[in-house]
């Protein structure tokens, strides 16, 4: 075995509930000898463990049984493990994958966590007591995160790839539903920080300025409420570990000028405590508002908004990631089917030109639980149009929406208008006009 590392693909699939045997780790090594070392060691983490060394198997051992867990030892960046990780990505979903390297590499470490790995262990460091615990916490990692490939997305993944490394305050920006809580989740998961706590506060939840100061800073002893661990407030928890702050705009402005002094010093001052304590743990804000507009308003701090306006990561909305929508779909419908144990339909053509042609307003989460009810309401092994109940919004026959529909047509028919206009179900001079309405040039495709 060349190079050792092991990494694991951030779940977004919940299994925390599984009883133990449904672990099932499959281990693949193009040398025998190695994986069986590696079935040794993974053995005695108390999964069940099975080896290959052709590619070729593990890809069909995979596609046929359900594995929670694939370990790869990947010897260079382009060997025939990273190939198998990158299968996955694609084909396997709601699986953590775990790959192993002997030696440190950068560039082999940066590959791998660009296949969607999130944790990085070496085989001369493989304690027993560490990868138990490891594997637990991946179990324990809530759903699966889907890599979106659409162009309208790339900039995101980016910036998300390169914010797992930094340690500096972020603030991620966009409307419901894109993902915003899930890439707060990601990039802890993928962060050195990923074995300390990721704490989330969801803001909008609180009640009273009072009880916000205490959910922060933490309550008297004795009291006993859900979200304070030991009386500790959610700055206690989070030290060394990640706060993630959800629609920041709902806390009240002293609660805001409070975080303020924590980004700008590094310490608050505990509920019970008279001084201040180091807060080490770095904080994650999400927002669906424009702050500036808030701070104009004297709504929001202005403290607080010169500490986070610097580091914005915008989530683009759905209707500007169209090619994201099918393989989204494909992903939830896999993961609600290994959640149930149904073997997986297709979408039908009527399905996917009807998931195409709508306006996801609330984007990621209307998409989500559209799938979520098609699952549980489709007979037989496919999922066809009459599967799909859409909710109807006034936006969709808003002005926005011809102009995504009318693109998507032109998109999904490679500029074609005669099949662009039966997609939309009209004729082609009405497509003509829509195209000129929009402002959309006649060689568009
Ligand atoms: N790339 C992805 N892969 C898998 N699931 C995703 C992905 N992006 C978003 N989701 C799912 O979409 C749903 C909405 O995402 P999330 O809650 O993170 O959005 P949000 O921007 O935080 O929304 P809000 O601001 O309304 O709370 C969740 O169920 C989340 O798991």
Same mark, same amino acid.
């Not at 900039?155 to 419901?176: F, Q, V, W």
């Not at 894109?178 to 990721?198: T, W």
């Given at each position: 075995m060349d190079e050792f590392l092991i990494t694991t693909q951030n779940s977004l699939m919940n299994i925390d509930n599984d009883p133990p045997s449904s672990r099932r780790l499959l281990i693949y090594s193009s040398r025998i000898e190695d994986g069986k070392?590696?079935?040794?060691?993974?053995? +005695?983490? /108390?999964?069940?463990?099975? #080896?290959? %060394?052709?590619?070729?198997?593990? +890809?069909?051992?995979? !596609?046929?049984? $359900?594995?929670?867990?694939?370990?790869?030892?990947?010897?260079?960046?382009?060997?025939? /493990?990273m190939k198998l990780l990158e299968w996955t990505n694609d084909t396997i979903l709601g699986i953590k994958k775990v790959g192993i390297a002997k030696n440190q590499c950068v560039e082999l470490y940066n590959k791998v966590y660009k296949l969607g790995a $999130?944790?990085?262990?070496?085989?001369?460091?493989?304690?027993?007591?560490?990868? #138990?615990?490891?594997?637990? !916490?991946?179990?324990? %990692?809530? +759903?699966?995160?889907?890599?979106? +490939?659409? /162009? /309208?997305f790339q900039g995101c993944s980016k910036r998300i790839i390169a914010e797992c490394s930094s340690d500096a305050t972020l603030l991620l920006a966009g409307p419901h539903g894109v993902g915003k809580s899930a890439i707060a989740r990601l990039i802890h998961d993928n962060s050195p920080r990923r074995s300390e706590p990721f704490i989330v506060a969801e803001c909008a939840h609180y009640m009273s300025a009072a009880e916000t100061m205490d959910i922060f800073r933490g309550k008297e002893l004795g009291i006993k409420h859900p979200l304070y661990r030991n009386q500790q407030g959610l700055l206690a928890q989070a030290n060394r570990g990640t706060l993630f702050i959800h629609e920041v705009c709902h806390l009240p402005i002293h609660v805001q000028e409070v975080l303020a002094t924590v980004i700008q010093r590094g310490v608050f001052t505990p509920q019970n405590l008279t001084k201040e304590v180091k807060f080490s743990g770095r904080i994650i804000f999400s927002t669906n508002v424009d702050l500036a507009e808030k701070v104009r308003a004297g709504e929001f701090s202005e403290a607080l908004y010169h500490c986070i306006h610097s580091n914005v990561l915008r989530v683009p909305p759905l209707s500007d990631c169209l090619d994201d929508v099918i393989p989204l779909a494909e992903c939830f419908i896999k993961q609600y089917c290994a959640e149930n144990g149904l073997s997986v339909p297709r979408l039908t053509k009527g399905a996917i030109n009807k998931l195409n042609n709508h306006i996801w307003v609330s984007n990621v989460r209307e998409l989500y639980s559209t799938i979520v009810r098609a699952c549980s309401e489709y007979r037989g092994d496919t999922i066809g149009k009459d599967d799909i109940t859409l909710y109807e919004t006034e936006k969709e026959v808003s002005h926005h929406s011809r102009r995504y529909r009318v693109t998507k047509a032109l998109q999904h028919t490679k500029g074609n208008k005669a099949q662009a206009a039966k997609l939309l179900e009209i004729n082609r001079t009405t497509l003509y006009a829509w195209m000129k309405a929009e402002g959309i040039s006649k060689d568009y495709r």
């Amino acid at each position: 075995m060349d190079e050792f590392l092991i990494t694991t693909q951030n779940s977004l699939m919940n299994i925390d509930n599984d009883p133990p045997s449904s672990r099932r780790l499959l281990i693949y090594s193009s040398r025998i000898e190695d994986g069986k070392k590696l079935e040794e060691v993974f053995s +005695k983490t /108390g999964t069940k463990v099975q #080896t290959t %060394n052709s590619v070729s198997d593990a +890809k069909r051992i995979l !596609e046929r049984n $359900d594995f929670s867990m694939l370990v790869v030892a990947v010897a260079d960046k382009d060997c025939d /493990g990273m190939k198998l990780l990158e299968w996955t990505n694609d084909t396997i979903l709601g699986i953590k994958k775990v790959g192993i390297a002997k030696n440190q590499c950068v560039e082999l470490y940066n590959k791998v966590y660009k296949l969607g790995a $999130d944790h990085l262990f070496y085989f001369d460091s493989l304690v027993i007591d560490k990868l #138990t615990l490891a594997i637990e !916490e991946l179990h324990k %990692n809530g +759903k699966r995160w889907f890599e979106r +490939k659409s /162009g /309208g997305f790339q900039g995101c993944s980016k910036r998300i790839i390169a914010e797992c490394s930094s340690d500096a305050t972020l603030l991620l920006a966009g409307p419901h539903g894109v993902g915003k809580s899930a890439i707060a989740r990601l990039i802890h998961d993928n962060s050195p920080r990923r074995s300390e706590p990721f704490i989330v506060a969801e803001c909008a939840h609180y009640m009273s300025a009072a009880e916000t100061m205490d959910i922060f800073r933490g309550k008297e002893l004795g009291i006993k409420h859900p979200l304070y661990r030991n009386q500790q407030g959610l700055l206690a928890q989070a030290n060394r570990g990640t706060l993630f702050i959800h629609e920041v705009c709902h806390l009240p402005i002293h609660v805001q000028e409070v975080l303020a002094t924590v980004i700008q010093r590094g310490v608050f001052t505990p509920q019970n405590l008279t001084k201040e304590v180091k807060f080490s743990g770095r904080i994650i804000f999400s927002t669906n508002v424009d702050l500036a507009e808030k701070v104009r308003a004297g709504e929001f701090s202005e403290a607080l908004y010169h500490c986070i306006h610097s580091n914005v990561l915008r989530v683009p909305p759905l209707s500007d990631c169209l090619d994201d929508v099918i393989p989204l779909a494909e992903c939830f419908i896999k993961q609600y089917c290994a959640e149930n144990g149904l073997s997986v339909p297709r979408l039908t053509k009527g399905a996917i030109n009807k998931l195409n042609n709508h306006i996801w307003v609330s984007n990621v989460r209307e998409l989500y639980s559209t799938i979520v009810r098609a699952c549980s309401e489709y007979r037989g092994d496919t999922i066809g149009k009459d599967d799909i109940t859409l909710y109807e919004t006034e936006k969709e026959v808003s002005h926005h929406s011809r102009r995504y529909r009318v693109t998507k047509a032109l998109q999904h028919t490679k500029g074609n208008k005669a099949q662009a206009a039966k997609l939309l179900e009209i004729n082609r001079t009405t497509l003509y006009a829509w195209m000129k309405a929009e402002g959309i040039s006649k060689d568009y495709r």
